[in-house]
């Protein structure tokens, strides 16, 4: 029986975050129909494009959007359906994203009764001027009061964090390590801002009326996060994450390790086997495709074998220990060997081969320069094949 995990997009917002570009509404009078599309989908799902009968789904994770925003009851319904399918379904990890104004303690018994052991918290920062700037609902009171009544129901919960918001700087970073240092959460994700997509920020910034920090305090600040977490007993085993002894993410480890899962609702992204797919991000479609009978996807491609070797590498090497060298002569043979020619002479700098492909400190910090050298070595196997 094989081991997946099973992502399910919940894209319910109090309100939308100046920075966010994940699909998600604020309108909550379409949550019941979301939610009874959301099964008929699962369903749609298991008959019409592969029986998912014989499969063991190890972790859950429920992102969102703020699933901790929506009634309970639908989360309730959802696991009602997942659990009547006939599939093994004893996940040893299953993940509730929440942003800390959305709980309160009938909610953390009711997902403690359900099975979700994992809680993963959108801080982004404790300094109240950015949250209120970013339209973040919450203070740094708010975060500690809520944290506590967490720990009485979960012993895994997770701290997101965003570097480089407007208003950050050395001494916001300084008093957010110190909190980690205090509040001692298990797992600490602590994610570059990205100014690339298009969001509300974005435009802001453009027009001159929010200004981001500079380069400098982003690379030292990042230094700073290493040697603190490192010091206060953290493990840094993927470029943005850190955990305590045991409580690496088992879900987005199945992600970085290129494995199996499945993805529903809204902009749900899965992999199964060589097929990646993503749902598509627009409700209306969303709904009118499942009336249709047909599952809402807006990205479907068969890998192939050089596809799934390129995700295999982009995935693996954001890990610190990398992808084992074995595990890819094994499962590409003939084409990993080339591959790891042309990119061990094209990014000699930034990675290390030895039993394990990995990146090197150098390679971590310009961690984007590995990932277009993995790009510029695809496309030269493309033209070869193309003209043999």
């Known amino acids: 029986m094989n081991t997946e995990g099973l992502y399910i997009h919940i894209p319910f917002c109090k309100s939308k975050c100046l920075y966010c570009d994940y699909p998600s509404t604020t309108n909550n009078s ?4 979301y939610f009874e599309y959301l099964l008929k989908e699962i369903d749609l799902y298991n008959n019409l494009n592969h029986n998912i009968s014989n499969h063991n ?6 992102g969102g959007g703020t699933p901790t925003y929506v009634d309970v009851k639908q989360i309730d319904k959802l696991f009602s359906k997942i659990n009547n399918l006939d599939i093994g379904f004893n996940p040893i990890e299953i993940t509730i994203e929440s942003n800390p104004e959305t709980l309160n303690e009938d909610k953390l018994y009711e997902y403690y009764q359900l099975g979700i052991n994992r809680l993963s918290l959108g801080i982004q920062t404790f300094d109240n001027d950015i949250l209120k700037n970013m339209n973040r609902l919450y203070d740094n009171e708010v975060i500690e009061k809520n944290y506590y009544l967490a720990r009485r129901y979960f012993s895994n919960i997770n701290f997101d964090f965003i570097l480089g918001l407007p208003g950050d700087n050395m001494k916001v970073l300084e008093n957010n390590l110190r909190l980690i240092e205090k509040l001692k959460p298990d797992h600490v994700s602590y994610y570059i801002f990205d100014d690339d997509h298009d969001t509300p920020l974005k435009r802001l ?3 001159g009326k929010m200004k981001l920090p500079d380069y400098e305090y982003i690379e030292n600040g ?3 996060i290493i040697e603190e977490l490192n010091k206060m007993g ?3 085993y993927e ?3 850190w955990a305590k002894e ?3 993410c088992k879900h987005n480890l199945i992600y970085w390790n290129n494995e199996n899962y499945h993805g529903f609702g809204l902009s749900a992204g899965g992999h199964y086997n060589n097929i990646r797919y993503t749902k598509t991000w627009d409700f209306k479609e969303y709904f009118e495709k499942i009336d249709n009978n047909q599952i809402p996807y807006d990205y479907y491609n068969e890998n192939t074998l050089l596809d799934e070797l390129t995700e295999e590498l982009f995935m693996g090497l954001r890990l610190i220990y990398g992808i084992s060298v074995e595990k890819l002569k094994n ?6 060997e080339e591959f790891s020619k042309n990119f061990f002479q094209m990014a000699l700098d930034l990675i290390v081969f030895d039993e394990r492909i990995r990146m090197n400190e150098k390679g971590l910090d310009f961690s984007k320069k590995v990932f277009e050298k993995i790009l510029e070595v695809r496309e030269i196997i493309k033209e070869r094949d193309r003209f043999d």
């Open 57 to 62: 789904i190890s972790t859950v994770f429920l």
């Open 234 to 236: 953290y493990n840094r």
């Open 246 to 248: 045991g409580y690496e």
């Open 222 to 224: 990042f230094d700073l």
């Open 331 to 336: 499962k590409y043979g003939k084409l990993y």
């Open 239 to 241: 470029i943005s994450n």
């Open 30 to 33: 379409i949550q019941e129909k």
């Open 205 to 207: 910034l453009e027009k």
